[in-house]
């Protein structure tokens, strides 16, 4: 953990909030205050209610939380992060600073962006929680950088993503290691590849892995767009893109709408490779039997997308002491491992496992799983999150008709 620099420090103790000591960092008299202000309170938890193992693992951890600490918390289930950010930005327009609707939201990349300079974020507040001691920062970058945007503390993270690939083992026994080795996989194998329409995540995700790619110099990627920027290293994306629609599902002229959608075509055999942003995905569909034994999931050779998801508190949350108290046991060994266990979630970790005390890293299964990946990729930083929208936006002008 690094230390909080003083105004961060200033910050933080006049909120009642002081940083914890480095070595160990335990809970002192300020964060007991904090648990205790707590007490009673409700927090408005806004995060995605797409997924039913997320959902179950977000009702086990208000559970825990209530009978721990006597804090409730509401699960308000987002179809997309922006309805929050939405929100959280009128409510801040019509001059509600404090009373707001939102307590906690699940986020990371261009929504943290856009509350972060539109000063919608409360903190910071991340570093000083009792469970960040425990956070791989040096093994893990992305959890204080967030596409290319310092974290400063205004969002703790809480799980990690890599982009994957996966596919049935008897019909793809050599895959494809970097994108122009799919795209050759897609010419031999016409209609059996494809990638969800963006502006879908993993349709996005898809676009930016292809982007990096085709950019060796890749510097502009990691800066704010320009107009120049744009058009100078999208280019070679553009004309990958058409080469490569031809040969895909229904000629590049349709896209599947979600992940899960080509999933279900992996699994009837209609697509031969699917694509996630969670490594641990195809482990799951394997153990659920939605995907067969056989399934084998992989990242490219010389490095694969990834990033940190985050949680984050509005600046006008009504129940602040409440929202701290529930990020910090999410950041607990106790609930990061059961979000890792594939029988459960499958989130991979924000935590340094290994310097864990040994009771804990007991909590955490070492055993490599069917459809796990057998060999973690090079990580490769997300763009800054200024190129998302104009890289969807193009993309939906080109080929959305």
């Given at each position: 953990m690094y230390p909080l620099n003083r105004r961060s420090a200033l910050q933080l103790i006049a909120t009642g909030l002081a940083a914890p000591s480095i070595a160990g960092a335990q809970a002192g008299p300020s964060w007991t205050a904090v648990e205790a202000r707590a007490r009673?309170?409700?927090?408005?938890?806004?995060?995605?209610?797409?997924?039913a193992r997320v959902n179950a693992y977000l009702q086990w951890a208000a559970g825990e939380v209530s009978r721990m600490y006597a804090v409730t918390v509401e699960h308000v289930k987002l179809t997309d992060t922006v309805e929050a950010v939405k929100r959280v930005r009128s409510e801040k327009a019509a001059g509600r600073l404090s009373d707001g609707t939102v307590d906690v939201v699940w986020i990371n990349g261009e929504n943290f962006l856009t509350m972060k300079r539109e000063g919608l974020l409360y903190g910071p507040f991340a570093e000083s929680l009792p469970s960040y001691a425990g956070v791989d920062i040096q093994g893990k970058p992305t959890t204080r950088v967030d596409f290319s945007e310092p974290v400063d503390g205004m969002e703790a993270p809480w799980g990690m993503a890599q982009f994957t690939l996966f596919a049935d083992a008897t019909r793809?026994?050599?895959?494809?290691?970097?994108?122009?080795?799919?795209?050759?996989f897609a010419r031999t194998n016409p209609?059996?590849?494809t990638y969800p329409r963006p502006p879908d995540f993993t349709g996005a995700t898809f676009l930016k892995q292809a982007l990096v790619e085709l950019n060796p110099d890749r510097g502009a990627l990691y800066r704010p767009v320009t107009p120049e920027t744009f058009a100078r290293a999208t280019a070679p994306l553009w004309a990958w893109l058409d080469?490569?629609?031809?040969?895909?599902?229904?000629?590049?002229?349709?896209f599947p709408a979600s992940p899960a959608a080509i999933r279900q075509m992996v699994a009837d055999g209609e697509l031969f490779v699917g694509l996630t942003f969670n490594p641990n995905e195809p482990a799951n569909e394997v153990a659920a039997r939605r995907l067969p034994p056989a399934t084998t999931s992989w990242q490219f050779s010389a490095g694969a997308l990834a990033n940190t998801h985050f949680l984050a508190i509005p600046f006008n949350a009504r129940a602040r002491e409440g929202a701290l108290v529930l990020i910090n046991f999410l950041l607990s060994p106790q609930a990061q491992a059961r979000k890792d266990d594939i029988a459960v979630w499958g989130d991979p970790t924000v935590l340094a496992v290994d310097r864990l005390p040994p009771a804990e890293r007991a909590r955490f299964s070492t055993a490599r799983k069917p459809?796990?990946?057998?060999?973690?990729?090079p990580a490769i930083p997300e763009p800054h999150g200024s190129w998302v929208e104009p890289?969807?936006?193009?993309?939906?002008?080109?080929y959305g008709t």
């Open positions: 009673g309170q409700t927090v408005y938890f806004n995060a995605w209610g797409g997924s793809v026994p050599a895959p494809p290691r970097n994108m122009a080795a799919l795209a050759e209609g059996r590849v080469a490569l629609h031809p040969h895909l599902w229904r000629s590049g002229r349709q459809g796990q990946v057998a060999q973690t990729a890289l969807e936006r193009e993309w939906l002008r080109r």
